[in-house]
């Protein structure tokens, strides 16, 4: 597989990534008067939370795993003042809110399939916490700048976007870039 110039792994790490890992249903919390934060989100795979601890380490975060009820994994970076203004970029009061200026990249869009993403007998799943709210629709539209077309779903297994076609689904992988260990099945392949 032949990797794009524009994905993943042809840019350096940035703490701006990380927006890739609120619409996987990342959240944020404040401290020391929101000069600090920490970004947190749950997975249900070890793999899971072993590649985001990397892809947090790669922008220079420590990070730790607890567990979360339900068996799944709560995977935290450190709380930092290096994240305090990027968490205020994303909340108004105590609300989750997508910035008007919101610009995923590749490497953003790979935290998002690391985190949540799903392949599926009818292609590959990004799911999300957030249904039917702003952020979703956001989502769509981040997607469609990327090039990669996707479908609103909500399904058994989730609620998202769908990618399909091989088309599609090369131009996925091409940007988020190589499987992350263990990932299985659970890597679109271009």
Request: hydrophobic fraction near 45%; include cysteine.
């Given at each position: ?48 939370a072993d590649a985001l601890r990397e892809e947090f380490a790669d922008r220079d975060l420590a990070s730790d795993t607890a567990a979360a009820p339900g068996d799944l994994i709560a995977v935290r970076t450190e709380i ?111």
């Amino acid at each position: 597989m032949q990797f794009s110039l524009f994905g993943a792994e042809a840019a350096d790490p940035l703490v701006e990534d990380l927006d890739g890992v609120l619409f996987a249903g990342g959240d944020w919390v404040r401290a020391d008067g929101g000069s600090a934060a920490r970004l947190s989100v749950l997975v249900a795979e070890q793999w899971r939370a072993d590649a985001l601890r990397e892809e947090f380490a790669d922008r220079d975060l420590a990070s730790d795993t607890a567990a979360a009820p339900g068996d799944l994994i709560a995977v935290r970076t450190e709380i930092t003042p290096r994240l305090g203004q990027h968490a205020l970029r994303w909340t108004r009061g105590a609300a989750l809110r997508p910035p008007a200026d919101l610009a995923l990249s590749a490497s953003g869009l790979r935290l998002w399939a690391i985190a949540a993403g799903r392949a599926e007998e009818a292609g590959y799943l990004l799911r999300m916490a957030d249904p039917d709210g702003e952020l979703h629709r956001m989502a769509g539209a981040q997607l469609a700048r990327l090039g990669v077309t996707a479908v609103a779903v909500g399904s058994r297994v989730g609620t998202g976007w769908r990618v399909t076609s091989v088309k599609r689904l090369r131009r996925l992988a091409e940007l988020i870039g190589a499987p992350p260990a263990g990932c299985g099945p659970d890597w679109p392949r271009g």
